[in-house]
């Protein structure tokens, strides 16, 4: 008898970089291709994708790409993923209208095959047969997924909340979701994101009344910053700000796009005439204009922190502004978000946040949205994903203390690059792959080799030194003083000699090293490059990257 096998590349014990494989009889389809954004921002690297060169192994069995939804850390490294691997990708049309932009942007929108899919529908790929289930969010047109195999179902929930009213599209799909239940369901991996936050997650309607209250009572202008994905939150600003009178003015290349693409597929309704340019919001009243705006995470070139520190267009934040922040901290970007707010408050403007009014809600399951969602799946097994490990540990407690009939033996934590292998007999981690992430240059979107970094990681602690050696070409002895040349390292200045005891070191060791030794320029080469590393160990207790040159004459 087959068994199903859950491979994760990315998404557990981590923030972001989304990305599944299912394999069922040397089969293997891939749910969602994130990206993830470093906390640390390690040496100049601000984006990382799961290492997809771990799916080599799989290459003959790999036969379809399936994306949840359009966020970043679930489509963001789909070019990248389409690049070694050309599966087939099925989406939502939002989702493929967000995708599109990205493959344009790295020039393969005519290389791919997109298959367009709607809640409800069922499709076949060998041996699996895919339910998409319309699911609340955030963002719109977002699914969870039933997989169906000869051997059992696989619930993949995506990211969700049980969203009674959300702003646009339908609630939460609780009903084909309690059909497929009552088929069975052998094993659901669920979304841990808000694992830890006890009751219900809000509705997206729950922003309007501050909304309304924040649009009744500012005289000035009205700046509203929110992801460029948050479409509920972004129909709400439209509706409020129509209703006390403002049009508003979307600024930000992102948010652009994005209102295009939701308005021309009929997600977004814009009331005639509410939606106005730049040029005209400038020539309306203070009263009359709301800015939406990018850059709620204090992002360096979004257009909130331009409008902060210098201009935006020739638009800045002006004393009597109000700011409203719609949007929660992601970890790791709380630093840049104080700095914009410090900003903010530098130039006179009044800023709302979400801890002082209801001005954001989240779109992921709180506890009570995860235990409808376990109740109605009744999966025999449950998987947490998606979250840092304490999160897929309180999603485990939770329910284990919350969900009758689940413990220990059928909730699973598994962890990046693990085989869970799964049946109706057992669900156990069978296999464990060591997986480092791949970095991307924000610049150049290209790859950035491991090695870099960790040479980057090595500059930036210990700095480098600079040797170089000139060689007699014919004689092999060395001519002139050996060169040395230092950069950010600690504990060398000019005046303490260590330079010219460096230098005699060197002459010395060139001295005895054997004619043969030298002849052999790479052999010479790694020898002095070890010699000078020693010799800075000892004497300055560094580790500086020391990069050596021979010359010759
Ligand atoms: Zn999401």
Same mark, same amino acid.
């Given at each position: 008898?087959?068994?199903?096998?859950?491979?994760?590349?990315?998404?557990?014990?981590?923030?972001?970089?989304?990305?599944?494989?299912?394999?069922?009889?040397?089969?293997?389809?891939?749910?969602?291709?994130?990206?993830?954004?470093?906390?640390?921002?390690?040496?100049?690297?601000?984006?990382?994708?799961?290492?997809?060169?771990?799916?080599?192994?799989?290459?003959?069995?790999?036969?379809?790409?399936?994306?949840?939804?359009?966020?970043? #850390? $679930?489509?963001?490294?789909?070019?990248?993923?389409?690049?070694?691997?050309?599966?087939?990708?099925?989406?939502?049309?939002?989702?493929?209208?967000?995708?599109?932009?990205?493959?344009? +942007?790295?020039?393969?929108?005519?290389?791919?095959?997109?298959?367009?899919?709607?809640?409800?529908?069922?499709?076949?790929?060998?041996?699996?047969?895919?339910?998409?289930?319309?699911?609340?969010?955030?963002?719109?047109?977002?699914?969870?997924?039933?997989?169906?195999?000869?051997?059992?179902?696989?619930? $993949?929930?995506?990211?969700?909340?049980?969203?009674?009213?959300?702003v646009i599209?339908?609630?939460?799909?609780?009903?084909?979701?309690?059909?497929?239940?009552?088929?069975?369901?052998?094993?659901?991996?669920?979304?841990?994101?808000?694992?830890?936050?006890?009751?219900?997650?809000?509705?997206e309607m729950?922003v309007i009344p501050a909304f309304e209250e924040i649009f009744e009572q500012t005289e000035g202008r009205l700046f509203v910053a929110t992801?460029s994905?948050s479409l509920h939150r972004l129909q709400i600003v439209f509706d409020v700000a129509h209703q006390f009178g403002r049009k508003v003015c979307v600024c930000g290349?992102?948010m652009q796009?994005n209102v295009?693409?939701a308005e021309?597929?009929?997600?977004l309704k814009i009331p005639y005439g509410a939606m106005v340019s730049l040029?005209d919001a400038r020539a309306l009243h203070d009263d009359e204009v709301c800015y939406l705006v990018t850059?709620s995470?204090?992002?360096?070139?979004?257009a909130l922190?331009?409008?902060?520190?210098?201009?935006?267009?020739?638009m800045?934040?002006?004393?009597?502004d109000t700011v409203v922040l719609s949007a929660?901290?992601?970890?790791?970007?709380?630093?840049?978000?104080?700095?914009?707010?410090?900003?903010?408050?530098?130039?006179?403007?009044n800023?709302i946040?979400?801890?002082?009014r209801?001005v954001h809600?989240?779109?992921?399951?709180?506890?009570?949205?995860?235990?409808?969602?376990? +109740?109605?799946?009744?999966?025999?097994?449950?998987?947490?994903?998606?979250?840092?490990?304490?999160?897929?540990?309180?999603?485990?407690?939770?329910?284990?203390?919350?969900?009758?009939?689940?413990?220990?033996?059928?909730?699973?934590?598994?962890?990046?690059?693990?085989?869970?292998?799964?049946?109706?007999?057992?669900?156990?981690?069978?296999?464990?792959?060591?997986?480092?992430?791949?970095?991307? #240059?924000?610049?150049?979107?290209?790859?950035?080799?491991?090695?870099?970094?960790?040479?980057?990681?090595?500059?930036?602690?210990?700095?480098?030194?600079?040797?170089?050696?000139?060689?007699?070409?014919?004689?092999?002895?060395?001519?002139? +003083?050996?060169?040395?040349?230092?950069?950010?390292?600690?504990?060398?200045?000019?005046?303490?000699?260590?330079?010219?005891?460096?230098?005699?070191?060197?002459?010395?060791?060139?001295?005895?090293?054997?004619?043969?030794?030298?002849?052999?320029?790479?052999?010479?080469?790694?020898?002095?490059?070890?010699?000078?590393?020693?010799?800075?160990?000892?004497?300055?207790?560094?580790?500086?990257?020391?990069?050596?040159?021979?010359?010759?004459?």
């Amino acid at each position: 008898m087959k068994k199903i096998e859950i491979i994760p590349l990315g998404g557990i014990g981590e923030f972001g970089m989304n990305c599944m494989g299912i394999r069922y009889a040397d089969e293997m389809i891939v749910v969602d291709a994130g990206m993830g954004f470093p906390e640390e921002t390690p040496f100049g690297v601000d984006i990382s994708i799961p290492n997809f060169d771990f799916l080599e192994e799989y290459r003959d069995d790999l036969t379809a790409i399936i994306l949840t939804h359009g966020h970043e #850390d $679930h489509i963001g490294a789909l070019t990248y993923i389409l690049k070694k691997f050309n599966l087939p990708v099925y989406a939502s049309r939002f989702t493929i209208g967000l995708a599109e932009k990205r493959l344009e +942007e790295h020039g393969m929108l005519n290389d791919v095959l997109i298959h367009r899919v709607r809640a409800n529908d069922v499709v076949e790929i060998g041996n699996f047969r895919v339910e998409f289930i319309h699911a609340s969010h955030s963002l719109v047109d977002c699914f969870s997924l039933a997989i169906h195999t000869p051997i059992g179902t696989v619930i $993949h929930t995506g990211d969700y909340k049980i969203d009674d009213t959300p702003v646009i599209g339908k609630p939460y799909d609780l009903k084909t979701l309690s059909r497929i239940g009552d088929e069975g369901v052998l094993l659901l991996l669920g979304d841990s994101t808000n694992a830890t936050v006890p009751g219900r997650t809000p509705s997206e309607m729950a922003v309007i009344p501050a909304f309304e209250e924040i649009f009744e009572q500012t005289e000035g202008r009205l700046f509203v910053a929110t992801f460029s994905s948050s479409l509920h939150r972004l129909q709400i600003v439209f509706d409020v700000a129509h209703q006390f009178g403002r049009k508003v003015c979307v600024c930000g290349r992102s948010m652009q796009k994005n209102v295009e693409i939701a308005e021309e597929q009929g997600l977004l309704k814009i009331p005639y005439g509410a939606m106005v340019s730049l040029g005209d919001a400038r020539a309306l009243h203070d009263d009359e204009v709301c800015y939406l705006v990018t850059g709620s995470q204090g992002e360096n070139r979004a257009a909130l922190w331009n409008l902060a520190t210098s201009t935006y267009k020739g638009m800045e934040i002006e004393k009597g502004d109000t700011v409203v922040l719609s949007a929660r901290i992601i970890p790791g970007n709380e630093k840049s978000i104080s700095r914009l707010i410090g900003h903010l408050y530098k130039r006179g403007a009044n800023i709302i946040e979400e801890k002082r009014r209801l001005v954001h809600v989240s779109g992921h399951a709180s506890q009570e949205d995860i235990k409808i969602m376990v +109740e109605t799946a009744r999966p025999k097994y449950l998987v947490p994903i998606h979250g840092e490990y304490r999160m897929l540990f309180r999603h485990k407690e939770y329910v284990k203390n919350h969900v009758a009939g689940y413990n220990d033996d059928n909730i699973i934590l598994i962890e990046n690059g693990n085989v869970l292998e799964v049946d109706e007999f057992a669900c156990k981690i069978v296999d464990k792959h060591e997986l480092y992430r791949t970095f991307i #240059d924000e610049e150049s979107l290209g790859e950035i080799e491991y090695d870099v970094v960790r040479e980057r990681k090595k500059l930036a602690y210990g700095g480098a030194i600079s040797l170089v050696v000139t060689i007699n070409k014919a004689t092999h002895e060395i001519a002139g +003083e050996p060169q040395i040349t230092f950069n950010g390292v600690a504990g060398i200045d000019s005046s303490n000699g260590f330079m010219a005891n460096a230098r005699t070191a060197i002459r010395k060791a060139i001295g005895d090293m054997k004619r043969e030794h030298i002849v052999d320029r790479n052999f010479f080469k790694e020898n002095l490059r070890i010699l000078l590393k020693r010799f800075v160990q000892k004497e300055i207790g560094t580790k500086p990257v020391i990069v050596t040159t021979i010359v010759e004459v």
